[in-house]
C-alpha cells in the first residue's frame, strides 16, 4: 500500500473506503465524511487494478490528483494505492501497514455491497470467512441494502442524506459529455480538474461539453 495523503494517528477503527472514483463526487466526500461518526480514520483507496471492470477513463494519476484536490486540511482522511482490487486482498495490504489491532470498516453503496456478497469466489464460505476480517458501512444507493439475515451483524446501515442517492461519477462523465450543468456533483476543489480531465475538445484545443458552472 503506497499512501498520498496520509493521516496523523493511529486509529482503532479504520473506515477503508476503496473506489475507482472517475470522478470523486460529492457523495463520495459524504459517504466518507459521515461515516466519520463511526470510525476514526477513512482511507480512500484507488486500487491499480479492478476486479470487475478495466482501467478506462481518467489515469491512475488524474485520480489520485482529484482525491487530493477533493479533501479539505484538517480531515481525518487519508488517500493510498492498493495492488490488489478485492476487498479481502485490500484488508490485507491494511493490516501490514496499520497492524493488526485496527479494526477495519469497509465503505461501501448498496451496489457494492451486493458484488461482495454476491461475488463467486470459487468457495461457498469465502464470503462469511472475509466478514470476519471486517464489517461493512452501507449507504443507500437507489435504495438500502438488506443484507442476508447471516449477515446483519456485520453488514449495517450508514445514513446518508437523500440527495446523494442520484449521484454517480458515471452520472457526472455522462452530463458532461452532453454538455449539462455537473459542477454541483463533484466536490468545489476539483472542477478545474474534473473539467480538464473529462471535457471534449474542439479541433483547436478547447474544452467543450463542460457545462455550466452554477452561482456560487
Known amino acids: 500500500m503506497e499512501f498520498y495523503r496520509?493521516?496523523?494517528?493511529?486509529?482503532?477503527?479504520?473506515?477503508?473506503f476503496p473506489g475507482a472514483f472517475n470522478p470523486i463526487t460529492v457523495a463520495h466526500v459524504a459517504l466518507a465524511r459521515a461515516a466519520l461518526s463511526r470510525v476514526d480514520e477513512v482511507v480512500y483507496v484507488l486500487p491499480r487494478a479492478f476486479p470487475h471492470k478495466p482501467y478506462a477513463g481518467a489515469s491512475f494519476a488524474q485520480r489520485v490528483e482529484?482525491?487530493?484536490a477533493a479533501?479539505?486540511?484538517g480531515e481525518a482522511c487519508s488517500i493510498a494505492a492498493a495492488d490488489g482490487g478485492l476487498f479481502m486482498e485490500i484488508a490485507q495490504e491494511c493490516r501490514a501497514v496499520y497492524g493488526e489491532g485496527t479494526a477495519l470498516t469497509f465503505l461501501c453503496g448498496r451496489d457494492a455491497a451486493e458484488r461482495i456478497v454476491n461475488w463467486d469466489y470459487g468457495d461457498p464460505g469465502a464470503c462469511a470467512a472475509m466478514l470476519r476480517q471486517?464489517?461493512?458501512l452501507v449507504a443507500a444507493r437507489r435504495g438500502e441494502y438488506v443484507p442476508p439475515p447471516e449477515f446483519r451483524q456485520v453488514i449495517q446501515p450508514l445514513e446518508l442524506s437523500d440527495e446523494f442517492g442520484h449521484v454517480s461519477?458515471?452520472?457526472v462523465r455522462d452530463k458532461i459529455a452532453r454538455g449539462e450543468p455537473w459542477e454541483h456533483l463533484v466536490p468545489r476543489g476539483t472542477r478545474n480538474l474534473v473539467r480538464e480531465i473529462y471535457g471534449q475538445r474542439d479541433p483547436e484545443g478547447r474544452v467543450t461539453g463542460s457545462g455550466s458552472q452554477p452561482a456560487g
Open 71 to 73: 479533501l479539505g486540511e
Open 6 to 16: 496520509r493521516s496523523k494517528g493511529s486509529p482503532s477503527r479504520l473506515g477503508v
Open 66 to 68: 482529484l482525491l487530493r
Open 134 to 136: 471486517f464489517d461493512l
Open 169 to 171: 461519477a458515471t452520472g
